[in-house]
T-cell receptor, first 111, second 116 residues
């Protein structure tokens, strides 16, 4: 079935470092792809999205490109800040009216 | 600009008690969802609705019931709470679903439920 796989484990990095969080998907057809962010004690917020192959979603310095050939939607940011510390979820929108989420990655940015 | 509002934010229940979680959205969205979030498990879909008067089961529906009597509200009920239902519950809504634009979900702030 349609599903999303995120890289295992938390990510700890220093301020101004480069961030990559891997996301791969399995799907029939062409799903829409999303990255959501969850700050401590809050609900999920949409960070960026892409609705078709080769689209690049971007927001707040984060980017992700919808790669059909590698079934991937990796999240990147060139220079992280302490305020980027959060949990990041990759998700896809399936044809049966439901979103499928990855398990999430805790990102901790150290000053 | 309220978006998706969940009540209550926190609740402690004793095993066997019942309660209802309320979700309200003011964006005129057709689709609404209830998820639970547990450590290491990500978000799991409990039930969802594709429009007023409709409900459907998600991945983990056992022990929960839902109702969508009005388009803007989606209620999640626990008839007899169990410790395994200790979790953070999120409601979400979306304008559309499936593929294409407007399928992103908007989330509430969550309800932290503890069953003792």
């Amino acid at each position: 079935g349609n599903s999303v796989t995120q890289m295992e484990g938390p990510v700890t990095l220093s301020e101004e470092a480069f961030l990559t969080i891997n996301c791969t998907y399995t799907a029939t057809g062409y799903p829409s792809l999303f990255w959501y962010v969850q700050y401590p004690g809050e609900g999920l917020q949409l960070l960026l999205k892409a609705t078709k192959a080769d689209d690049k979603g971007s927001n707040k310095g984060f980017e992700a490109t919808y790669r059909k050939e590698t079934t991937s939607f990796h999240l990147e940011k060139g220079s992280v800040q302490v305020s980027d510390s959060a949990v990041y979820f990759c998700a896809l929108s399936r044809g049966n009216n439901r979103l499928a989420f990855g398990k999430g990655n805790q990102v901790v940015v150290i000053p | 600009n309220a978006g998706v509002t969940q009540t209550p934010k926190f609740r402690v229940l004793k095993t066997g008690q019942s309660m209802t979680l309320l979700c309200a959205q003011d964006m005129n969205h057709e689709y609404m969802y209830w998820y639970r979030q547990d450590p290491g498990m990500g978000l799991r879909l409990i039930h969802y609705s594709v429009g007023e008067g409709t409900t459907a089961k998600g991945e983990v529906p056992d022990g929960y019931n839902v109702s969508r009597l009005k388009k803007q509200n989606f209620l999640l009920g626990l008839e007899s709470a169990a410790p395994s239902q200790t979790s953070v519950y999120f409601c979400a809504s979306s304008l559309s679903a499936g593929r294409g634009p407007n399928t992103e979900a908007f989330f509430g702030q969550g309800t932290r439920l503890t069953v003792v």
